[in-house]
């Protein structure tokens, strides 16, 4: 196998490692949306389960106890979203920036609580984090040609939470379409009182909605602290809920298409980082900086309708007022 | 919701968010007591670093100009109905502005020239930022929330760019411009009051103090007393008294937006002409975001946004005692106070009016009844 | 003068509660034994400062057509929304079939077998018709099954009542009459026994409806019990057992439908047919000023709103427009004060043509005088948050009005408000106080005195007097003849047929988007008017 197909190789086990924590948070704004609750807060919930991860993962020495601190974490701010946006019929953007900057603070002051590290957990241990897992017959394959590699860099040696992050996809896809949970929701989202006047509460619905969309965000936050990373950092989540939110607009709220959406935007922050340095021909040093902005620029330009026109549910962002 | 009567404009104004803030602070207070502290030192220590040191006001007041700045900002575009949430970005490309005009011209022009050419420049390039994003509603309906949040990432992404590239300082590593040469920094307040005798200790506080006072003044104008401001406030009251009025909307959200977005640049000018005095990476620190809870709390009014401005300018300058003082709060426990502000001020404003305008209204009626 | 109207008012009042209690006696001692499939006792429901229904009693029969007929804002929707636990009451009984129910919400009113096709339609329109009506009742939590299952039950029910659909079609995609069997079937399926309609051939063309008519027949002979919501008087004679009629949130008359007229049900639901003269002497018309020709406009689903309109307004004449409510007066008026964009035809005013290639704006109209007392003040006169003051310049902030600079001459406005609230008997009349703490007649008129201060050439006004009390409406009134006999032209648009008839000089009738007749002053007749309201009139040329 050539140098250049292995760098590639590498280059796209390492979109799959990036693009798992945007998978699990843009299923979880397509949940929270498509059921009419705009969720920025996905930063938010992505930083909180992060740091309840590391922590409860340190503190209990077990991985799995984290992964559960951290989707009853995300829960809880997915809640007081919901108290404030689905109860109070409150602004969902100043909610979820509420809930984003309450995370920022509260990992940083409670970790160094707990922690004395600068807003750090400890560096965990094996059993605190999540291991890799080796497919059967990886080894035996590698050498075989073409697919060989391709199975064992590429397919075998991911962290559970990377299958479980390409399983939720279409798992996601059969809620939305296949349950009855998952038709009030593709409802409630368009037209709210269409809902209520079949005899469904729409405050429930929502609410289940945004409690959805917190366990999904609790493991992608488990899975930057404790599969990704070896502990949680400040900021760790740096901006990933908003690529997230980005991918799932950019996904036209639909899993798949978010899917693709999050593997793009993992893959340009995979070459970015590997291009970091790199001399092209022409343009001279590659431009990674300019790349990382690429997804956030992409989002826009579909914003504009310029190729395609992304329809955001109807009723996205109204708060449901029944009497006038 | 039909048996709620209506609050008093007394208590909507005055009473209602005392109560949100005191409520956000409460709980701020809790979170203080869980870490294993007590919440009244923190206070006392926040109150004596913010006021009581020595030079201590100055940097109250030099966040608070900041504050200004991002909440006057973010103030305009809401009496639009327009929630721009890119006041960070915006802030960042006007220090561009800014930072390219000193760069270029420190070497030819005076002060007296150059300092006012780099105040414009910072807010063109900051409503130049606000633009896009203004265009994409006005015209394409694209929801300006979202878009200027991707604006932010993009202006951080340009500015990394250009600040690792063509801006660096040469021979150095980190990603910071060169510093600018004297005539391009914008006079202390220490060396001002020097000059006609009064000493004050020394802090970042300068002249772009002024300037945001000129602000709150301009934007009090322009929103109150000018034809531009009377269409903004239609537009964001009443959208058919708008269409009715032959206001022409999507012009209305293109200015608006724009003065937002330069009111934002100009964050810049407080920051870069006025005391880094050169360009580097992420000198707007999160103003662009705490600016949206200074005007939620400040009611998008100037005289309100400059008392939030000072409240969180003391949170800021008292949070930063907080390290010193204390093994396990520090600054970090601002962005806790302000996310519960921006929570119980934003969100939630409206939780207690029920309870409240009935409470009022009983009270109200009490005395009436009586004697019947 | 005003004494004998507001007599004749509360006679009118006396005689309709009359008519209710005689027939509840009737009904009480009718020898039928079987309770009423829906009845309502004494309902009230207040919305804010608007009380949208007071103490409303009705009774429907079962395996009947029961209409409820009344102007838009009579408090009809209001009334079945009510009835199907959309709206919980303030206070009042609900009984079906004679036991008294509680309804806390629309599960309830499905679990008593009440079904409703409400005017907006509630539908999704980016789901499929099958995924439409398993809505609510998806039989478990997976699909498949309820899927299979409401597919048959569908086949079933769309050939019993001939309500052929393809379960698999877009909703959005399908034409409004499609959607609103969808909305049929759905009640349908999930067993209703009571249908509600909402106004149902509001968005509907004259086949739909006829076809409409007939799936209720059908269901009606099935023993289907059905209350038909409309405005229409032609579709309650050809379609109900019997009909009650509402006015301003009240219950006013109660008629079997084989024993009244469409004269009788329009009288009783427009309102008092005693005429009242405000108009004094007739105005003098001079030259035209206003001239439409075969206007056309489309609202934003391609669904035509106005078609070929075309009149003339002359100085110093009030032309009357009339009409029930929802047939193209308010498009008209928007498209007129150039907020709205006409497809087609051309307007003609003060010596300008406006085409849809050049429309006109609202501000430049204003320039060239033409003034605009909108329909709605509380969203488009006024803005509520502002003070008097500010309102006062609402559309001349550009202007001479406000100071004509970059600055408001805040002082100036204030005080020009003040005279203005004086002169037009605003009260309190104190120009800082918030447009939204005004009753509903002083806002009136603050947009009144801000309209004619202006001295325009022409006058633009929808329903002045809508939600206004007495006084205000004199008021309002003997401005509007005022400002006709100093040479302004005048169009009157007003679902109040007495309005109408007292103050125009001439009157046209609207319906469908047309115009549809013409009346001179003095030949008036209510009755026929009425009719061409209702579009069965027949059909006078136009002017």
């Known amino acids: ?14 979109t799959l490692r990036l693009a798992t924590p945007l998978i699990f948070c843009a299923l979880a704004g397509l949940f929270s949306e498509r059921s009419g609750i705009i969720d920025i807060s996905l930063e938010g919930k992505l930083l909180g389960s992060a740091f309840a991860a590391g922590a409860v993962a340190s503190v209990t020495g077990s991985v799995y106890m984290g992964l559960l601190a951290a989707v009853g974490v995300s829960i809880s701010m997915s809640l007081v979203h919901g108290f404030a946006c689905i109860t109070h019929r409150g602004n969902q953007i100043i909610s979820g920036l509420a809930v984003n900057i309450l995370a920022s603070g509260l990992t940083v002051t409670l970790g160094i609580a707990l922690f004395q590290r600068g807003g750090q957990t400890p560096t965990l241990g094996p059993n605190e984090r999540f291991q890799p897992i080796e497919l059967p017959f990886a080894d035996a394959l590698a050498q075989a040609p073409l697919l060989g590699p391709v199975y064992d860099e590429l397919v075998s040696g991911h962290k559970l939470l990377v299958y479980l992050a390409f399983i939720a996809v279409p798992l996601a896809a059969l809620v939305l379409t296949r349950t009855r949970f998952g038709l009030r929701l593709r409802a409630v989202g368009e037209s709210p009182e269409a809902v209520d006047s079949a005899g469904v509460s729409v405050p429930w619905l929502r609410y289940r909605a945004v409690i959805v969309a917190g366990i999904l965000c609790g493991i992608a936050g488990a899975y930057l602290s404790t599969a990704h990373g070896a502990g949680f950092i400040r900021e760790m989540s740096a901006g990933k809920g908003y690529i997230a939110l980005a991918a799932m607009i950019f996904g036209k709220w639909r899993p798949w298409s978010a899917l693709f959406a999050c593997l793009l935007f993992g893959f340009l922050e995979a070459a970015s980082s590997r291009l970091i340095g790199v ?3 022409i343009i001279g040093e590659a431009p990674t900086n300019l790349m990382l902005v690429l997804p956030y ?25 029944k009497e006038h | ?25 409460l709980v701020s207070g809790l979170v203080v007591l869980a870490v294993g502290e007590n919440p009244l030192r923190a206070i006392d220590i926040m109150l004596q670093g913010a006021f009581l040191y020595e030079g201590s006001l100055g940097y109250t007041l030099y966040y608070t100009t900041n504050f200004i700045f991002t909440g006057l900002a973010v103030s305009v575009a809401f009496h639009a109905l327009l929630f721009n949430i890119g006041g960070e970005g915006q802030a960042y490309i006007g220090g561009l502005g800014a930072g390219l005009v000193c760069l270029a011209l420190d070497a030819v022009l005076p002060g007296l020239v150059l300092i006012p050419l780099a105040i414009v420049a910072a807010a063109a390039f900051g409503a130049g930022w606000a633009l896009a994003p203004a265009w994409l509603q006005a015209y394409r309906g694209s929801h300006v929330v979202i878009t200027t949040i991707m604006f932010n990432f993009i202006a951080a992404g340009v500015m990394v760019s250009l600040l690792a590239g063509p801006l660096i300082k040469p021979g150095q590593s980190s990603p910071t411009s060169r510093r600018f040469s004297e005539n391009a920094q914008i006079p202390d307040m220490q060396e001002i009051l020097g000059a006609v005798g009064i000493e004050i200790a020394r802090s970042p506080l300068n002249l772009s103090f002024v300037l945001a006072i000129a602000a709150c003044v301009f934007v ?7 034809r531009f401001g009377y269409a903004v406030r239609t537009l964001g009251h009443s959208p058919q008294a708008a269409a009715y009025a032959g206001i022409r909307i999507p012009r209305t959200i293109i200015a608006a937006m724009a003065v937002s977005g330069g009111l934002a640049g100009l964050m810049a000018v407080n920051e870069v002409l006025g005391v880094q005095h050169r360009l580097l990476l992420n000198f707007t620190a999160g103003y662009g975001f705490t600016g949206i809870a200074v005007s939620l709390m400040g009611r998008n009014h100037p005289i309100g946004i400059v008392l939030a401005s000072l409240l969180f300018g003391a949170l800021y300058q008292g949070g930063s005692e907080l390290d010193l003082e204390f093994q396990t709060i520090t600054r970090d426990m601002l962005l806790v106070i302000q996310g519960l502000i921006i929570l119980f001020s934003g969100a939630l404003a409206y939780m207690l009016n029920p309870p409240l305008a009935r409470l009022i209204a009983s009270l109200a009626h009490r005395p009436r009844e009586a004697p019947a | 003068m005003e004494m004998e109207e507001e007599r004749a008012d509360q006679s009118e009042a006396a005689e309709a509660s009359a008519d209710v209690n005689a027939d509840a006696n009737a009904n009480a001692g009718g020898g039928d034994a079987s309770p009423p499939a ?12 608007v009380q949208a229904n007071r103490d409303i009693d009705l009774a429907v029969d079962r395996g009947s057509i029961t209409g409820i007929i009344g102007e838009n804002g009579a408090g009809k929707s209001t009334l079945v929304s009510i009835l199907y636990g959309f709206y919980t009451a303030d206070s009042g009984e609900i009984r079906i079939d004679g036991t008294p129910i509680r309804m806390a919400g629309s599960a309830d009113a499905i679990e008593h077998g009440i079904g409703m096709v409400h005017q907006h339609f509630m539908l999704v329109p980016t789901m499929s018709v099958l995924e439409n009506a398993m809505l609510g009742r998806e039989g478990g939590p997976r699909l498949a099954e309820g899927e299979r299952s409401t597919r048959a039950r569908m086949a079933e029910v769309s050939a019993a009542y001939g309500l052929e659909i393809d379960p698999d079609a877009l909703v959005g995609e399908l034409p409004v009459g499609l959607q609103q069997r969808v909305e049929i079937l759905k009640t349908l399926l999930r067993g209703a026994r009571i249908l509600i309609l909402d106004e149902p051939t509001g968005v509907l063309t004259p086949q739909e409806a006829d076809r409409l008519f007939e799936i209720l027949e059908i269901l009606k002979r099935d023993g289907v019990t059905i209350l038909l919501i409309t405005h229409k008087l032609r579709e309650i004679m050809a379609a109900t057992d019997a009909v009650y009629v509402m006015r301003r949130g009240e219950m006013v008359a109660r008629r079997r439908t084989r024993e009244t007229s469409q004269e009788e049900l329009a009288r009783l639901m427009v309102g008092r047919d005693v005429l009242f003269a405000v108009g004094g002497e007739p105005g003098e018309p001079g030259a035209p ?10 609202d934003e689903r391609g669904a035509p709103r106005l078609t070929d309109i075309r009149f003339e307004l002359r100085s110093g004449e009030i032309l009357g427009l009339a009409g029930v409510a929802g047939n193209g007066q308010s498009e008209l008026l928007d498209v007129l004060s150039g907020i709205a964009p006409p497809q087609s035809g051309r307007i003609d005013f003060a010596g300008r043509t406006f085409t849809p290639a050049s429309p006109a704006n609202p501000s430049l109209l204003r320039d060239m005088g033409l003034a605009h007392i909108p329909e709605d003040r509380q969203q488009r006169g006024l803005v509520l948050p502002f003070t008097a003051s500010e309102s006062s310049i609402l559309g001349y902030h550009a202007g001479a009005e406000a100071g004509g600079g970059i600055f408001l001459a805040l002082a100036a406005i204030r005080e020009r408000c003040g005279l203005l609230m004086e002169r037009y008997d605003v009260r309190p009349p104190d120009p800082g106080l918030r447009c939204g703490g005004f009753s509903g007649g002083n806002q009136q008129k603050m947009v009144v005195a801000r309209e004619l201060s202006a001295a325009p050439k022409a006058l633009l006004v929808g329903q002045p007097t809508r939600g206004v009390d007495i006084g205000a409406i004199e008021f309002i009134h003997s401005q509007l003849i005022e400002i006709r006999d100093a040479g302004c032209a005048i169009l009157l648009v007003s679902v109040e047929l007495d309005e109408i008839m007292s103050l125009s000089d001439r009157i046209l009738v609207m319906n469908a988007g047309r115009i549809v007749g013409e009346a001179a002053r003095g030949e008036a007749d209510a009755d026929r008017i009425g009719l061409m309201m209702a579009g069965v009139g027949e059909p006078a040329a136009a002017a």
């Open chain 2, 220 to 226: 009090w104008l322009l929103i109150w007393h000018t």
């Open chain 1, 1 to 14: 196998m050539s140098e250049f197909a292995f760098q590639i190789l590498l280059t796209l086990d390492a």
């Open chain 1, 297 to 321: 620029i992409m989002t826009v330009v579909l914003l504009a309708g310029f190729f395609g026109r992304a329809e955001a549910p109807s009723a996205l962002g109204t708060p449901y007022v």
């Open chain 3, 289 to 298: 000023i206003l001239a439409v020709e075969s206007l056309g406009h489309a």
């Open chain 2, 1 to 25: 919701m039909s048996s709620v009567p209506p609050l008093p404009r007394w208590a909507d104004v005055g009473l209602l968010p005392i109560i949100n803030l005191v409520i956000a602070l």
């Open chain 3, 38 to 49: 829906v009845e309502l006792r004494r309902i009230n429901k207040r919305f804010g400062a």
């Open chain 1, 279 to 281: 001399e092209f021909p």
